[in-house]
């Protein structure tokens, strides 16, 4: 970090983190997230701007031999961390199982941090910074999605009370390889119509269709009340 950048060196920084901004933020929003590519320009164009900003105050004297105060010039670039901690907190929703926003979060603590290193006069590191984070958003995205993942569901299904459909149920579907666990049962005894309620999981890539052929199997030997899924990994990125 130069104690005297000049104008050309802060418009070098000032430009590499926007177009880094540009770059990561593109891919967020082309899949429809909350921080697309407005929001990740600005998120490193505040952390590169707190970085040249202590850069010119280096040349500032900390304490004189008269003061009690002495200026600690990092604490900038650190409160802009913990800024970006709440915006990044804001985009990860939870729903049960499910949880959203993520990956989102984290790229905006990514350009956060390559916004310092641009900011500070680290343009190599920041421009290795922007490369990693395009291969893992990107290219990786491509592997991710093929690893195969725990999906989970809850099913019920109506009918006459019989209680050998905690059994057959699950014996049903495992050709299939999907497993049944049974959680409740709904409504008297003496009823015609009660529900049983079933835990289904399975492990399928995050690409793979949906579970219709599950589906259309039970379909023939149960009244399917409701069908709700209550995990996509998905909605991580």
């Known amino acids: 970090m130069p104690l005297h950048p000049t104008w050309s060196d802060i418009a070098v920084r000032l430009a590499l983190t926007i177009l880094a901004g540009m770059i990561l933020g593109f891919d967020r929003g082309a899949r429809g997230r909350a921080a697309g590519l ?16 202590a850069n010119l105050l ?13 200026m600690d010039l990092m604490r900038l670039p650190l409160g802009i961390l913990t800024g970006v901690g709440f915006i990044g907190g804001g985009t990860i929703l939870k729903k049960g199982d499910l949880v959203t926003g993520v990956t989102t979060a984290a790229t905006l603590w990514l350009i956060t941090v390559i916004g310092l290193c641009l900011g500070g006069g680290q343009l190599v590191l920041g421009c290795v910074g922007t490369a990693i984070g395009v291969v893992t958003l990107s290219v ?81 030997h149960y009244v399917i009340k409701s069908f709700d899924l209550t995990t996509q990994n998905a909605g991580q990125t």
């Open 58 to 70: 280096l040349t500032v004297d900390g304490k004189g031999s008269t003061s009690f105060i002495q």
């Open 38 to 53: 407005r929001t990740t320009i600005l998120v490193g164009l505040a952390a590169s701007l707190s970085m040249i900003q």
């Open 140 to 220: 990786l995205k491509w592997v991710d999605v093929r690893i195969p993942r725990l999906h989970r569901a809850t099913l019920t299904i109506g009918g006459a009370p019989d209680v050998s459909v905690i059994e057959a149920l699950p014996t049903l579907i495992e050709p299939l390889h999907y497993h049944a666990r049974f959680q409740e049962r709904r409504g008297s005894g003496t009823s015609t119509d009660v529900e049983y309620a079933f835990e289904v999981y399975w492990r399928r890539p995050e690409n793979s269709r949906p579970p219709v052929d599950l589906l259309r199997l039970l379909e023939q």
